[in-house]
């Protein structure tokens, strides 16, 4: 597939398959992921590929966000329903892929550069999967950046969490979508 097709054509898909996905597909798709820029070569990112059962660690983090959250007023009862609610989360595609940062300690690389590389590596693994014909889609909100995830997945020191990729075979058909023309966001400047 052309890189300008994929860039294109490539769609959030939310509804996947349970068929299991081949070792060397995801493999190639976190090649992809490691050959995103990064200032100085830092390549700070780091990957949980998470299947079967193993999709449970996603799950247990997602369950501890909310329960750390959840009203104290909740019977056990209800706060086993959240926390099941929250665990079922995670299962919602056969394969999913943690991406984390790890900034650097290099003082001439900002910080904000590294996420920066973490995310470019995210968009390279979408796009890969698109292009093996596979559908993704890149979860985030509040509970991937919470501490109870952090903790979950033992980051520490400045590491975190910048999503999830779920990945799968399309159960759907993608979304048309529109873009605002790049000439209404561009500004030239010649002199």
């Known amino acids: ?4 097709e994929a860039i294109r054509h490539r769609r959030s898909i939310g509804k996947v398959k349970q068929d299991p996905i081949d070792k060397s597909l995801i493999e190639e798709i976190l090649e992809a992921g490691t050959w995103a820029p990064n200032h100085c070569q830092t ?3 780091r990957f949980w590929v998470m299947t079967g059962e193993g999709r449970g660690l996603l799950g247990r983090g997602y369950a501890a966000v909310a ?3 959840a009203n104290p007023d909740l019977s056990a009862d209800e706060l086993a329903k959240l926390a099941g609610a929250q665990e079922r989360k995670a299962y919602r595609a056969p394969v999913v892929i943690a991406v984390a940062v790890t900034p650097s300690a290099t003082p001439i690389v900002p910080e904000i550069e590294e996420f920066a590389a973490a ?9 890969t999967a698109h292009a093996l014909g596979l559908g993704t889609i890149w979860r985030s909100g509040a509970p991937t950046y919470h501490a109870k995830m952090r903790e979950t997945f033992e980051l520490s020191g400045k590491e975190e969490m ?8 399309p159960d759907m058909e993608p979304q048309n979508a529109k873009r605002t023309p790049y000439a209404q966001k561009t500004i030239w400047v010649s002199e």
Not at 119 to 127: I, K
Not at 162 to 169: K, N
């Open 162 to 169: 910048v999503g999830f990729i779920y990945l799968g075979y």
């Open 1 to 4: 597939m052309d890189v300008k």
């Open 119 to 127: 995310h470019s590596a995210v968009q390279n693994m979408l796009l």
């Open 67 to 69: 329960l750390s959250e």
């Open 43 to 45: 390549e700070p990112w």
